[in-house]
């Protein structure tokens, strides 16, 4: 099995993918990409609306196509992906897995502190419960630890802090 040289950020909604991805490439030669957004780009609407319209399998059929086409087609690239995109089975195929860690309630603080708090809860269709939430996390969890090839904490730590830290171990792991 060929190991892609991309980097995967995977990790819970919010946990901060986007922020630490436009980060790392801001200090590296990565071009970064997002699985959301190349969804809503090719579907021409929001991942709510996706949601709303299609339901859930639907969309997970995307990042299925998606997950295929990183594997295949994509080099050299800084991956960010929705929280549930772990579950593609070829993810470790696409390249080195990095798991963005932090305990549900500073995801959640994180996330209510930002000025855009309210936008950024209700694009999430899967945060809009906070108890169904926490017992994603709980799930998802132990699965994001299992794939990791690299965990970074960033409880209370900025984006350029952990975009340093990613670049380190990214350096000593290949
Ligand atoms: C999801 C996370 C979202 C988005 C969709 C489903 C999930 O991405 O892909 O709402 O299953 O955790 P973010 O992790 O960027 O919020």
Sequence with gaps: MTQNNNIVLIGFMGVGKGSVAREV???????????????????????KQIFEDEGEAYFRKLEKNIAKWLQHSVQNTLIS?????YKQK???NIGTIIFLDSPF????????????????????????????????????????LKLADIVVDVTD????ECSKEILKKVKKHV
């Design 105 to 144: 309630d500073a995801i959640i603080k994180r996330i209510k502190k930002h000025p855009n708090a309210e936008k950024k809860l209700k694009k999430r269709p899967l945060l809009s419960n906070l108890k169904e939430a926490k017992k994603l996390y709980d799930e998802r969890r132990p699965e994001y």
């Design 90 to 92: 070829n993810i470790k």
């Design 25 to 47: 490439v801001q200090h590296s030669p990565y071009i970064a990409i997002d699985t959301d957004d190349i969804i809503e780009s090719m579907e021409n609407r929001k991942i």
């Design 157 to 160: 730590k900025s984006a350029k």
């Design 81 to 85: 992906t929705g929280g549930g995109f």
